[in-house]
């Protein structure tokens, strides 16, 4: 299984799409239309529609009032440490390569 594909199983978010797909899958999971959990997150249902379409523009405390209003929260932990020692050697080259491996070719947050 690719690192990709097992990222995704295991609930690991890469980027904005992942993150308002994960969002998306926990509302409706609770069976709350866009306009509830908008409500109970303290935002109008637009902004809640653009993060789940991972297109968004909003605080990082809109965001985390949404997320957690519908029962998800966010884990930052190390990446493996052969990933993490490449990406620390500085060398842009290096890093992009070892983020590729890690990630997959998709990383438009990161290298658009």
């Known amino acids: 299984m690719s690192q990709n594909n097992a990222g995704r199983e295991l609930g690991i978010v890469n980027g904005p799409e992942e993150l308002g797909a994960a969002v998306r899958r926990a509302r409706l999971a609770l069976g709350l239309t866009p306009e509830q959990a908008a409500e ?3 935002v109008s ?3 809640l529609m653009e993060l789940e379409q991972g297109a968004w523009d909003m605080t990082m405390a809109e965001a985390f009032n949404v997320i957690n209003n519908i029962g998800l929260e966010l884990v930052a932990q190390p990446m493996g440490k052969a990933v993490l020692a490449r990406i620390l050697t500085g060398n842009p080259e290096e890093v992009a390569s070892a ?3 890690y990630y997959g070719a998709e990383r438009p947050w990161m290298f658009p």
Request: aromatic share 0%; hydrophobic share 20%; charged share 45%.
């Open 40 to 42: 109970r997150a303290g």
């Open 45 to 47: 249902p637009k902004t």
């Open 99 to 101: 983020l590729e491996e």
